[in-house]
């Protein structure tokens, strides 16, 4: 964990989490891909200079874990410790900047739980009957006759458990007028806009008490006040993000400083746990609702969603040995537009690969360095005045990608940055250094330096907004810039100024940052 988090920073906070996925399977590209979002938002925001508090985590308890850890014939902790270390290894790969790392099986979490029961008995909200119903162990959820589809559950056509139990159930009916209050007078708690009408849809056809308590599936936290009883997954699960910030325990210094949460990213399938069951649970036991629940389209393998369940999967270490998790953080980025589907075909990957990241960014940084070696000996002459419309573009380039990102449009912010990319590209070709070169003149010598110059610092420039969405890359030009900094050190205000960059630097070894992908047809 970051050990500034706890210090008296005057920056403005920015709490952003994932969902935190089952530990059932190994992760796939559809999971990576929501953490890959919340990474770029929670990078920007650190440039832009919050103070941010980055969670994502695990969920290891219910029948699904329960059952698949039985199957194995090993126990439930040893199973899940196992799926944590690889999830864990697979942030890493993708470069997820996560500040904290919640296990829904670490004690202090369940002690939260059970604190967090006992809170929405005493406050009424909890009450005792019989649940009837069918259950699907693969969402863990439950669901009425009339949502099935041909006796099967409605989200993963598959078969579905009869229940017939005492249960503790939730008054979500009495949240209902509360939370349709909430999202009209807050216009973008839930976005993309669309799945705002959705969630208010949902809560006019009226809302039932729902059963948060199990009795058969014993791999869960226990109830307090009856220890017959299991906390049901799903309950267990929303309470992450604040347990992760000690939320009413002995040290609550995170949960004051942090909560509520400035964005809670989910896939739409779990639209309906984070909008009304959360803000709901929320409510009851007196605790302010997040800012805004981020909802992100399916990743499809071609016309097919993924499912670790069913077997449909693209492997993210399969994917990071093809491209390289960079090219994977950009692809997804920039090809699907926020909030809607997108799918991942070999194709469109290659395209992109090419003509953006290795033609349109590898090749400006690699001509760049090696004009630098070839007319300057390998160093970037001093600072000039640099070329006026380059310092132009990068100020409306630089405007328009926050704008961007900060409505959720990491394709329109990558669009503002390749427009700066792509202008200097085309400066190389309207300057021609190369012509320069051949001049004798000091006027010639002179012009060559600008223009070494306002293409190393647009360089620069462009890759302080690239690195949110590219991390790894990002590193390798600094050093062939032989800018000796952390990228994870810059600030915009100060950094992203033309002309900070002082030149006179001794560039690094040229390194091809995207090789080019040749299809078996070249
Ligand atoms: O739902 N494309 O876990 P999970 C895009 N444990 N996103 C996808 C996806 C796909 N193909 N498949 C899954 C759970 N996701 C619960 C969350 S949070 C308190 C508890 C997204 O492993 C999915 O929408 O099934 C969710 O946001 C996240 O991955 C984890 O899914």
Redesign the pocket.
């Known amino acids: 964990m970051n050990e500034n988090k706890t210090g008296n920073s005057k920056r403005q906070k920015f709490y952003i989490t994932?969902?935190?996925?089952?530990m059932?399977a190994k992760?796939?590209?559809?999971?990576v891909?929501?953490f890959i979002l919340a990474d770029v938002i929670a990078r920007y925001h650190r440039l832009i200079g919050y103070d941010v508090f980055f969670l994502t985590g695990s969920?290891e308890h219910g029948a699904k874990i329960f059952k698949t850890a039985a199957s194995k014939g090993i126990s439930q902790q040893e199973y899940v410790d196992g799926m944590v270390g690889d999830m864990k290894r697979i942030l890493k790969l993708y470069n997820i900047s996560n500040d904290a790392f919640i296990r829904t099986t670490d004690p202090l979490h369940e002690k939260i739980v059970q604190d967090i029961y006992t809170k929405l008995n005493e406050n009424g909200d909890i009450y005792k009957s019989t649940y009837e119903g069918s259950y699907c162990v693969p969402?863990?959820t439950f669901f009425s006759d009339n949502q099935l589809i041909d006796k099967k559950c409605p989200q993963c056509s598959r078969d579905v458990d009869w229940i017939e139990e005492d249960n503790y159930f939730f008054r979500l009916s009495k949240y209902e007028d509360k939370l349709i209050e909430h999202i009209e007078k807050n216009p973008d708690f839930v976005v993309p806009q669309t799945r705002k009408n959705e969630v208010l849809g949902l809560l006019k056809q009226g809302l039932k008490d729902f059963s948060i308590s199990r009795t058969t599936v014993k791999w869960g936290v226990q109830i307090p006040f009856d220890a017959s009883h299991y906390s049901y997954?799903?309950i267990d699960?929303?309470i992450?993000?604040i347990s992760a910030l000690g939320y009413g325990s002995s040290d609550d210094t995170l949960y004051l400083k942090y909560w509520p949460a400035d964005q809670h990213?989910?896939?739409?399938?779990?639209l309906k746990?984070?909008t009304v069951i959360?803000p709901a649970l929320l409510m009851s036991l007196g605790v302010k609702l997040p800012e805004h629940v981020v909802i992100?389209?399916?990743?499809?393998k071609g016309e097919e969603?993924?499912?670790?369940s069913k077997g449909i999967t693209l492997d993210p270490d399969e994917m990071s040995d093809q491209y390289g998790s960079d090219a994977i953080r950009y692809f997804f980025t920039r090809e699907i537009s926020f909030g809607l589907?997108g799918s991942f075909t070999a194709e469109s990957m290659q395209k992109r690969y090419n003509a953006e990241l290795s033609n349109d960014y590898g090749n400006l940084v690699s001509r760049t360095i090696a004009m630098i070696g070839k007319y300057r000996e390998g160093i970037i002459p001093p600072a000039t005045s640099g070329d006026p419309g380059l310092k132009k573009q990068w100020l409306m380039s630089r405007e328009n990608a926050i704008n961007a990102i900060k409505n959720w449009d990491y394709a329109g912010c990558l669009i503002s940055i390749w427009e700066f990319i792509n202008m200097a590209n085309k400066y190389i070709e309207d300057s021609r250094p190369w012509e320069l070169a051949k001049g004798s003149g000091k006027d010639d010598a002179e012009k060559l330096d600008n223009v070494l110059y306002s293409l190393a610092e647009s360089i620069r420039l462009a890759t302080i907004l690239v690195f949110p969405f590219m991390p790894d890359s990002c590193a390798k030009v600094y050093t062939q810039l032989g800018i000796e900094i952390n990228p994870e050190d810059i600030i915009l205000e100060e950094h992203g100024c033309w002309g900070f960059f002082k030149g006179s630097a001794k560039t690094g070894a040229r390194e091809i940052l995207f090789p080019r992908i040749e299809s078996d047809k070249d």
Do not use: R
């Not at 994932?18 to 089952?22: D, G, K, L, M, R």
């Not at 990213?265 to 779990?270: A, Q, R, V």
């Not at 992100?296 to 499809?300: F, Q, S």
């Open positions: 994932t969902a935190i996925p089952y059932n992760l796939h590209l559809g999971q891909y929501e969920d969402c863990e997954v799903w699960a929303l992450n993000y990213h989910i896939g739409k399938d779990i746990f984070h959360w992100h389209g399916w990743i499809m969603k993924l499912s670790k589907d």
